[in-house]
């Protein structure tokens, strides 16, 4: 059975830091592409950040130089690092996994396309 699960949510002023942890069983996520999504009240589920398995990251506009993804094969886990927290950032944050296959493998790095598996969420919410 696959589980990723998330840590390390909780409530901080804005300005503070919290670091997200996802750590996944079941599944072994070195040859997979990891990201984390985030779902505000009343919103859409967006992305975050993603890396893929050769540790290639990306950010949404919004996170870009306060937040930052990485990846521990050999503990299983990712993480999020979030700096400078505003009241916008107050969602639940899903950590995500993709399965490496034909439609989801550039030059034999995997990347999200749309995720394989999903945490249960993180709560973080941002107090101004």
């Known amino acids: 059975q696959v589980q990723l699960v998330e840590s390390g949510g909780g409530s901080v002023q804005s300005g503070g830091s919290l670091r997200l942890s996802c750590a996944a069983s079941?599944?072994?996520?070195?040859?997979?592409?990891m990201g984390w999504y985030r779902q505000a009240p009343w919103k859409q589920r967006e992305l975050v950040s993603t890396?893929?398995?050769?540790?290639?990251?990306n950010y949404a506009d919004s996170v870009k130089g306060r937040f930052t993804i990485s990846r521990d094969n050999a503990k299983n886990t990712v993480y999020l690092q979030m700096n400078s927290l505003k009241a916008e950032d107050t969602a639940v944050y899903y950590c995500?996994?993709?399965?490496?296959?034909?439609?989801?493998?550039?030059?034999?790095?995997?990347?999200?396309?749309?995720?394989?598996?999903w945490g249960q969420g993180t709560q973080v919410t941002v107090s101004s």
């Open positions: 079941g599944i072994i996520i070195i040859n997979k592409a």
């Open positions: 995500a996994a993709e399965q490496p296959r034909l439609t989801t493998t550039v030059q034999g790095i995997c990347v999200i396309v749309k995720p394989d598996y």
């Open positions: 890396v893929t398995s050769g540790g290639s990251t």
